[in-house]
């Protein structure tokens, strides 16, 4: 719960499917790089640069590219990816070319391409259409099937009630 403004704001955070579940706590060195340990977060909105590929975007920064980037295996392996979690994205278009929701679904696509395991959402359903949140909600659950942890971070008790497994408040 959050002040703003002389008015109290209601944060819902949720966990869908917890594949860390009977691992118990693990320490990691403040050092340690979130995407190494297997975290990544899509945050509410797009860090994608407009003026490049969806496939650009989602291997710039790459640490495994190194020196020597190969496109053609890079879009192999994104392809890949998109198929077995349907998370359906023009991988050519330019990403100023992309729906808000395929902006979003490139950004999650990128997450799991660099090995995350939980997904951290930051109100992904806050600027997308009532059909792409449904969507959105497939999307989730399907992850979660494949054994990707979620926590998903909303303002909408709507949301929380229809896809949550736990909700903290």
Do not use: W, Y
């Not at 640069?49 to 053609?72: I, T």
């Not at 100023?96 to 902006?103: E, T």
């Not at 399907?142 to 709507?158: A, D, M, R, Y």
């Amino acid at each position: 719960i959050a002040r703003l403004g002389g008015f109290f704001t209601l944060t819902a955070v949720m966990l869908l499917a917890p594949c860390f579940a009977g691992l118990g706590p693990r320490r990691l060195p403040l050092s340690t790089p979130p995407t190494r340990a297997g975290i990544a977060m899509v945050h509410q909105h797009s860090t994608l640069v407009g003026s490049m590929s969806v496939e650009e975007n989602l291997c710039f920064g790459d640490p495994r590219s190194g020196l020597l980037f190969d496109p053609k295996r890079a879009g192999r392996r994104l392809a890949e990816l998109s198929r077995r979690f349907g998370l359906e994205v023009p991988l050519g278009a330019r990403a100023d070319d992309l729906s808000v929701g395929q902006r979003q679904r490139a950004e999650i696509l990128r997450a799991l391409d660099r090995g995350a395991r939980l997904l951290i959402l930051d109100e992904p359903t806050a600027v997308l259409t009532p059909q792409e949140a449904e969507d959105l909600f497939v999307i989730m659950r399907e992850l979660t099937n494949k054994g990707v942890s979620i926590i998903f971070i909303t303002h909408k008790l709507k949301e929380v009630l229809a896809i949550a497994d736990r909700i903290t408040v």
